[in-house]
């Protein structure tokens, strides 16, 4: 069983940074692509950056300039920097990855965490 787990969100004043956290745990042989996405109030689930197993990532052009995604595999955790905090970014964000589980022949498979709230207000 795998579980993720996001972490650091909060009541932030706009113009303040931001580190979110998820840790991957459970049976977990590899994990592929990570992502963040975020929901805002009243509108769809919006997808803000991926990163490969490799480091690669790739952002969402609203976000461009501010947000930062990096991961560390020894630790099975993914994270999302964000700068110069918006209104506009209040947000729960979800964790997202593709984990390999229990060995090299088993099929990765997309899991979910269950969100960390930010929210930008003055």
């Known amino acids: 069983q795998v579980q993720l787990v996001e972490s650091g969100g909060g009541l932030v004043q706009p113009g303040r940074s931001l580190r979110l956290s998820c840790a991957a745990s459970?049976?977990?042989?590899?994990?592929?692509?990570m992502a963040w996405y975020r929901q805002a109030p009243g509108k769809e689930r919006e997808l803000v950056a991926t990163?490969?197993?490799?480091?690669?990532?790739n952002y969402a052009d609203s976000v461009k300039g501010r947000f930062t995604i990096s991961r560390d595999n020894a630790k099975n955790t993914v994270y999302l920097q964000i700068e110069s905090l918006k209104p506009e970014d209040t947000a729960v964000y979800y964790c997202?990855?593709?984990?390999?589980?229990?060995?090299?022949?088993?099929?990765?498979?997309?899991?979910w965490g269950k969100g960390t709230l930010v929210t930008v207000s003055s």
């Open positions: 990163i490969a197993s490799g480091g690669s990532p």
């Open positions: 997202n990855a593709a984990i390999r589980v229990g060995g090299p022949l088993n099929n990765a498979m997309g899991y």
């Open positions: 459970g049976s977990i042989f590899s994990i592929d692509a």
